[in-house]
């Protein structure tokens, strides 16, 4: 199919590679890239800032008072999220989950979710919409969030001994806090919740069976996260991660046999595990151990509109400049297919071709609280 060219602005290196085709081409079904995997799961990161400084994600040493985060202008307004969040949901997409930083510092977040819930789909049944938090704005929000139409939360908690927890986001901010977002989310229905345990050996690894036995009995899923490699700033070594099949181990040998069972759709990032006596489900991430890429479907927009087709990529795609062009108004149809020519294209396969011996490929990485988990 021949191609025509449309320059963005002259200040865009992005424009050096972007070609929207001649003949537009309207979002039909499912995409898949070069690898045959599908679209499934649009990731939209809100905001770069957070209120935690969590030593694997945004430490202290790095995110410090000095830290520049992006100015107001940089982000993505809510009807520019809104506009290409509709063009991925017409090629197929089916979950959107809302990301940061901590996406609800986003002032009236509310908002962007009454507009992205009111998308239609091709199948008129109601948008996935999800949102990761760390927790800390949940018990006041946790309501004005349901209304809005968001449908489900997972909330990042590493321990729950006090001092540890602490440790960990390094702002002081306590358990029962979190505990306490936990418990107005369930009440106004934003379930099944789901819990995030990043775990670092040394630092929180104790913790495994002690959060088992607390939300076994409950309906929350409680999900154990492999310490990984993302980014560069949280040093991560090999030697601090502790593997999944550890931390089934651990929670077995502490009486709570586990058993097997089927993900929920195909690209599942994490391993469900179903307490023996049916009170209870756990997952876990193999984000280091197990190469997870061979059926991945997600794709990663940043807060200021570059789109990641890996968590671990080296470089985005400018869809921001796309939609404030000057020079032309870039229709829903014309960004449709740069975006499904993006997919189309994606080869990305970075743990299938990470090395068990060192720490990381040689070539730099996004930071997670700029794109998200």
Partial sequence: MSEKFIPLTDHRQYQANLRIPEKLVPPVGVLKDSLARPLHDLRISVTDRCNFRCVYCMPKEVFDKGHQFLPQTALLSFEEITRI??????????????????????????????MLSAIPTHDGRPLDLTLTTNGSLLARKAQSLK???????????????????????????????????????????????????????????????????????????LRFIE??????????????????????????????????????????????????DGNGEIGVISSVTQTFCHDCSRVRLS?????????????GHDLRALLRDPQAEHSDLAIASVIGQI???????????????????????????????
């Fill in 147 to 221: 209304d809005a139409g968001l449908t489900r939360v997972s909330v990042s908690l590493d321990s729950l001994d006090d001092a540890t927890f602490k440790r960990m986001n390094d702002v002081d901010f306590p358990v029962s806090d979190v505990l306490k977002g936990i418990d107005a989310a369930h009440r106004a229905g934003l379930g099944p919740i789901k819990v995030n345990m990043v775990v670092k050996a040394g630092l929180n690894d104790q913790e495994i069976v002690p959060m088992a036995q607390y939300f076994k009995d409950t309906p929350h899923i």
């Fill in 227 to 276: 310490y990984m490699d993302v980014g560069s700033s949280n040093g991560w070594k090999l030697d601090e991660v502790i593997s999944s099949s550890e931390v089934v181990r651990r929670i077995i040998d502490a009486g709570m046999p586990l058993q097997p069972i089927d993900p929920n759709y195909t690209g599942e990032t994490a391993a469900r595990w179903q307490h023996a």
């Fill in 303 to 315: 807060t200021e509109g570059k789109l990641y087709t890996c968590l671990f990529a080296s470089h």
């Fill in 85 to 114: 969040a509709r063009i991925f949901v017409a090629h197929g997409v089916n979950k959107i989950r809302l990301t940061g930083g901590e996406p609800l510092l986003r002032k009236n977040i509310e908002k962007l979710i009454a």
């Fill in 343 to 373: 997919w189309n294209n994606r080869s990305d396969r970075y743990s299938e071709l990470r090395s068990q011996n060192t720490t990381a490929l040689n070539r730099p990485k996004i930071e997670m609280s700029y794109i998200g988990g």
